[in-house]
């Protein structure tokens, strides 16, 4: 292979793996338990949608074992929500693909690969709840962190270098509970999932 094929081998798998990764808008219909899982795994992972996306669908051989379960099938759509994501082409080509070669359903295999993440959420579930003790403690030492900062200014004013420092302190701790305090809320969607909920999908098999 002399220089310029090489070049042009290169460029066009830089291409292709560029295309692959561009994003684009699909629309599915799942359930609502499946769209609030989507995003309670997300948040707790703190990575977006897509890249949960992108790595339910990379693993063609996982996706293809759920597309053998429902070949044939079909979905009942009562009860669905019609829900707009945006993930990789790559991500969405491989599903379709999947989806088409063992004629099965498209939002099946999407619910069935989300189901695989229950366990996920089942450990941040158990986690969430630790954190929340956690935090009520951070709640009580920072009004305990307050108190101690207002009486230091009262006792030595706030030009003093110990009620200063503190002073300091107290601000970087106060702009930590914020945040702790944003990402709790943020995960609140997860005390309320329920998860038996989820675990069943009503499809109807075609003959052959």
Do not use: W
């Not at 051989?61 to 044939?72: C, G, T």
């Not at 009860?79 to 004629?103: M, Y």
Request: proline share 2%.
């Amino acid at each position: 292979m002399d220089k310029s094929d090489f070049t042009d081998s290169y460029h066009s798998e830089t291409f292709s793996d560029l295309r692959g990764r561009q994003s684009v808008r699909a629309t599915f219909k799942l359930s609502d338990h499946c769209i609030e899982a989507i995003s309670i795994v997300a948040a707790q992972m703190g990575i977006k949608q897509k890249s949960l996306f992108d790595h339910l669908f990379s693993d063609t051989q996982a996706l293809s074992h759920i597309a053998r379960k429902v070949r044939n099938a079909r979905l009942d759509m009562g009860n669905r929500i019609q829900k707009t994501f945006v993930i990789s082409r790559g991500a969405l080509v491989s599903l379709e693909d999947i989806a088409k070669s063992f004629n099965a359903p498209r939002d099946a295999l999407i619910e069935m690969a989300v189901q695989r993440l229950m366990p996920i959420i089942e450990d941040e579930r158990k986690r969430h709840a630790k954190r929340k003790m956690v935090f009520a403690k951070v709640q009580k030492h920072l009004a305990s962190g307050r108190e101690l900062l207002k009486e230091a200014m009262q006792e030595l004013g706030a030009e003093d270098p110990l009620a200063d420092r503190l002073n300091t302190a107290m601000g970087v701790y106060e702009n930590a509970f914020k945040h702790m305090s944003a990402f709790i809320e943020k995960s609140e969607g997860i005390e309320t999932f329920e998860p038996d909920a989820f675990t069943r999908i009503d499809i109807v098999y075609e003959e052959d």
